[in-house]
């Protein structure tokens, strides 16, 4: 055994920095590192190390090479977990399920949960069908996800069609009835050879019991509301029951250590993602900001789409601005760019992070997953300190030389956050 309590395998950034929070919330001293760690780099010392990878939407086969090499890297762990979206975002393909089946080969145990909910964000499970808010996900605006559409809010029957593995169910009233009679249905399915089981969670109190009734499994997968239920009960030693009291026990072992140690320089907002919560963060900054959209249908020149983009910026150094590619659906039709204008804007998002830094920014709040990533690579950042939160979910990330950045999944936060972290 490292020392490390919890080893986390998250499938793209922003989910990193969201389970990197969560875990820092319940009292583990945690890393976050960006990309696939090279063989034989040296494990930090830490309680909890959490390692963003890209891989929510390229080939299963490559998900799975990037996840096993992770946890190889990550060697013998208290707990392994794999982090998702609490919108369990992924296609018929995956890659929640190969990478899942995956894992729990790697670790020999026959049975894991899956639990993407996050009742913080409004992410619950019921009857094994996943809600945001008070809609069923297929009713909610990922429906319209331009990458993973999800179409079906019924967890059970979405996993089915990514493993070839059996997949059952764990009922809230069973998660009711305590950890035990949670483990013991548990080991009854894994007698029946379903390899894994979607758990209802309502409660942050319902993750605490999954969590405490999960111990030892070697492997649990969902968002990062279990995740840090699963920190909790690390930082507890594992004795329970954990719920309320916990929670509470957990803001004083993180110490809540205030605001963010950041630069005082202005900030440089870049937003890719087309989620409802971030078209209305990007209308928010549009009101009282400089801000420039990277329209995919004014050129098919992807330098030139760039140039123009670095020429208004290079205006705007000296105050808050934001460049940005979100759009509703009814605007994403039109382009110029051909079948890869997502990377494109992506690159052109990144290369203007390069540039702001290059000229002295030291504050870049980006707005989306894959732009997240885009940036983070571009930068070659490798690890960074987890800071406090902007919003639930949305720690500041700064770097070993000081660059403070603000990754925000798509789906996170209130209309005024991006306006916020840039000022």
């Not at 992770?70 to 392994?80: K, N, S, T």
């Not at 009711?176 to 409660?203: F, I, M, N």
Request: aromatic share 4%; with cysteine; glycine share 12%.
């Amino acid at each position: 055994m490292n020392g490390i309590l919890l080893g986390c395998i998250a499938d793209d950034y922003t989910g990193g920095t969201d389970a990197a929070a969560s875990l820092r919330r319940a009292g583990l001293r945690t890393v976050l590192r960006f990309g696939r760690p090279e063989p034989g780099e040296p494990l930090p010392e830490c309680d909890a190390v959490v390692v963003a990878v890209k891989t929510r939407n390229v080939p299963a086969t490559g998900a799975v090479d990037a996840a096993l090499a992770v946890r190889d890297w990550l060697g013998p762990v208290g707990e392994l977990y794999f982090k998702y979206c609490s919108t369990f975002d992924s296609t018929d393909a995956g890659n929640i399920g190969p990478v899942a089946d995956a894992l729990l080969s790697a670790t020999g145990r026959a049975l894991t949960v899956i639990c993407p909910a996050s009742p913080a964000h409004g992410r619950t499970v019921y009857r094994g069908h996943l809600f945001v808010e008070d809609r069923l996900l297929s009713e909610s605006p990922m429906r319209h996800h331009p990458l993973t559409p999800m179409t079906d809010p019924d967890l059970v029957r979405v996993l089915t069609l990514q493993t070839p593995h059996p997949v059952g169910l764990l009922g809230l009233d069973t998660v009711r009835d305590g950890a035990a009679a949670v483990r013991a249905r548990l080991e009854t399915l894994a007698a029946q050879g379903v390899r894994h089981v979607v758990a209802d969670a309502t409660t942050d109190d319902d993750l605490a019991v999954i969590a405490e009734a999960a111990r030892g499994f070697a492997l649990a997968t969902g968002g990062a509301g279990l995740a840090g239920a699963i920190g909790l009960a690390e930082a507890a030693g594992g004795t329970g029951p954990l719920g309320t009291a916990a929670r509470a026990a957990s803001k004083a072992l993180a110490g809540d250590s205030g605001p963010a140690r950041l630069p005082q320089t202005p900030g440089l907002i870049l937003a890719g993602s087309c989620s409802a919560a971030t078209l209305a963060q990007v209308a928010a900054v549009r009101e009282v900001l400089p801000a420039y959209r990277l329209d995919p249908a004014s050129t098919g020149d992807p330098a030139e789409l760039l140039a123009g983009a670095s020429a208004w910026l290079k205006d705007h150094w000296d105050r808050p601005a934001m460049v940005y590619a979100s759009a509703p659906a009814e605007e994403r039709g039109a382009s110029r760019l051909g079948p890869d204008t997502a990377a494109v804007l992506e690159r052109t998002l990144a290369a203007l992070a390069v540039e702001a830094v290059a000229v002295g920014t030291r504050r870049i709040v980006v707005a989306g997953g894959e732009t997240s990533g885009a940036v983070v690579e571009a930068l070659g950042v490798r690890a960074v300190e987890v800071q406090a939160e902007a919003a639930p979910g949305v720690p500041w990330c700064v770097t070993g030389d000081g660059l403070a950045l603000l990754l925000k999944s798509g789906n996170f936060g209130d209309p005024d956050l991006l306006v916020r972290a840039a000022a």
